[in-house]
């Protein structure tokens, strides 16, 4: 299935608070920035002053930015209060 089908069988039920706070301080000092690369949906963005732009809102809670972040206090990572977040449809 490719990621645009895929993509067609997801929602999100945003939440009004982001569950992944990225801190673009410490981002601006993080050379590799893994995550731009490493985020399915692509939701780390590189700004000009060398920091990240990030959005919550398309999350699919993969965990794979965390993982990927070797920078500690970057990425604060939990899950969308509860009925929020992604929701996996059928086909
Ligand atoms: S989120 Fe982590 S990997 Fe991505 S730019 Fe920031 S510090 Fe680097
Ligand atoms: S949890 Fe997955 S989809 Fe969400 S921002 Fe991190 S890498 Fe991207």
Redesign the pocket.
């Known amino acids: 299935m490719s990621f645009e089908d895929r993509m067609a069988t997801v929602d999100f039920r945003v939440a009004p608070d982001a569950h992944?706070v990225v801190d673009n301080e410490v981002c601006q000092g993080c050379p590799a920035k893994q995550?731009i690369h490493?985020?399915?949906?692509n939701?780390?963005v590189p700004t000009s002053d060398g920091g990240i732009l990030?959005n919550?809102e398309?999350?699919?809670?993969?965990?794979?930015?965390?993982m990927?972040c070797n920078n500690e206090g970057a990425?604060t990572?939990a899950y969308p209060e509860g009925g929020h977040g992604v929701v996996f449809r059928r086909g």
């Open positions: 992944i995550c490493a985020c399915p949906a939701l780390f990030f919550y398309q999350c699919f809670e993969c965990g794979t930015c965390y990927v990425i990572w």
